[in-house]
Structures are given as structure tokens and as C-alpha cells.
């Protein structure tokens, strides 16, 4: 069965500094890897996703992620933080027919 | 406007009451979801429907029940033998049946709080 950890259950950074949110995953086979975002008290919104095309994936508003398999690791990054970022990030794995499996997500925080 | 809505944005129940929530898809999704977010846990999965007249238990369904007459209604009910209802019910759907890692699209979710 798949799995999934989100290393941080909160990281905060300075606006204009880069973001790194980290995640592992465990599958039992190709996985698909998605990362959500959610603003307080509103639904989620997809940012980005990895079927098994190009290993680097680019998401809206600058997000992107990398799939390395080697690392079980599917990290979510942009090179400048914005206020607008400050909301909570989940990481989300798929094994093709099975349920999505969210990790238990991580609150960022963007200080001016 | 295509979307999900669900409604009420909040809710307030008293023990022992049965309470439905709604969700509504206009997107001509044939897969809708029910996810139960509790602080801290991430989305935990209730009932699934990949098709009219059909679904699925997920890894929570203990204490609730949904239907599933209308391509574009799947409404949740919580009952009163869910033990502890209070959290914030988002309601999903997609495209294509059968397989998950298609991209699942969020409506605003409800708020339950049981007083």
C-alpha cells in the first residue's frame, strides 16, 4: 500500500527567499504524486502533478517539484517566497485504480 | 460558471441528529468524492461514486451514508452513530472512473461542528 510523509508540519521563510516543502512517498509501484494547496477554510487546489512523464514538474504561481525515485522523494520548491504563498501544502500520492493518499501537510508561513 | 458547491458553509448539529450535507458538480465529472479533514490529519477518504447509482466505502464510511441518483449530486449524510462528526467535509470530483491519479477538483467545503 501506498504512503506518504510530509517531513515538516510547518516551515516558515522570509518573503522573496526560496521554499522548500518536503516529501516522501512509498509505492509499490509507478506511482502518480500530486501536490494540493489549500488557504484557510477554502477548498484545495491542484499545483501540480507527476505521472510518470518528465521527472520535473512545473505547477502554477512558480511552484515546482522533482520526482526522483532513487530518494522516494517528491519536494516542492519555488525561488521566491510571496505572501500570497502562506497557506497549507499537501503531498499526495496514486497507484493508478487505487484512492488518493494525502499527507498530513504542511502550514507555511511567509513573514514581511 | 463550471464548478463544485457545497452547502451549507456551516453547520451545526445536535447529538443525536442525522444531518446531510451537499455537493453539487456542474463540470460533467462522473467520479465524486467525500473526504473528512480533521487539523493535523491530512484528508481521509468517506465514500467514492465513480458512476450514477453506485459507490464505494473509503477508509472512514463508519457513521455515514451518501446516494448517488444524479450524475451531478452526491450528496453525505452524518448520522448519529458517527461518534465524533465535528470537522470540515470537502467534496470532490473527476473526469475519468477507474483511475485516481486523474485530478481530482475541490468545492469549498462545509464546516460541521456538533454542539
Known amino acids: 500500500a501506498q504512503s506518504v510523509t510530509q517531513l515538516d508540519s510547518h516551515v516558515s521563510v522570509s518573503e522573496g527567499t526560496p521554499v522548500l516543502l518536503r516529501c516522501n512517498y512509498s509505492?509499490?509501484?509507478?506511482?502518480?504524486l500530486f501536490w494540493y494547496v489549500q488557504h484557510p477554510n477554502k477548498g484545495l487546489q491542484l499545483l501540480l502533478k507527476?505521472?510518470?512523464?518528465?521527472?520535473l514538474v512545473k505547477g502554477i504561481n512558480g511552484f515546482e517539484a522533482e520526482f526522483k525515485k532513487s530518494e522516494t522523494s517528491f519536494h516542492l520548491t519555488k525561488p521566491s517566497a510571496h505572501m500570497s504563498d502562506a497557506a497549507e501544502y499537501f503531498c499526495?500520492?496514486?497507484?493508478?485504480?487505487?484512492?488518493?493518499?494525502f499527507g498530513k501537510g504542511t502550514r507555511l508561513s511567509v513573514i514581511a | 460558471d463550471g464548478g463544485i458547491t457545497q452547502s451549507p458553509k456551516y453547520l451545526f448539529r445536535k447529538e443525536g441528529q442525522n444531518v446531510t450535507l451537499s455537493c453539487e458538480q456542474n463540470?460533467?465529472?462522473?467520479?465524486m468524492y467525500w473526504y473528512r479533514q480533521d487539523p493535523g490529519q491530512g484528508l481521509r477518504l468517506i465514500y467514492y461514486?465513480?458512476?450514477?447509482?453506485?459507490?464505494q466505502k473509503g477508509d472512514i464510511a463508519e457513521g455515514y451514508s451518501v446516494s448517488r441518483e444524479k450524475k451531478e449530486s452526491f450528496p453525505l449524510t452524518v448520522t448519529s452513530a458517527q461518534k465524533n462528526p465535528t470537522a470540515f467535509y470537502l467534496c470532490?470530483?473527476?473526469?475519468?472512473?477507474?483511475?485516481?491519479?486523474?485530478?481530482?477538483?475541490f468545492g469549498p467545503g462545509t464546516r460541521l461542528t456538533v454542539l
Open positions: 463540470l460533467n465529472h462522473d467520479a
Open positions: 507527476y505521472t510518470s512523464a518528465a521527472t
Open positions: 509505492s509499490s509501484y509507478s506511482p502518480s
Open positions: 461514486s465513480q458512476i450514477v447509482n453506485d459507490f
Open positions: 470532490a470530483s473527476s473526469s475519468q472512473t477507474g483511475y485516481f491519479n486523474n485530478e481530482q477538483f
Open positions: 499526495v500520492v496514486s497507484e493508478g485504480n487505487t484512492p488518493l493518499v
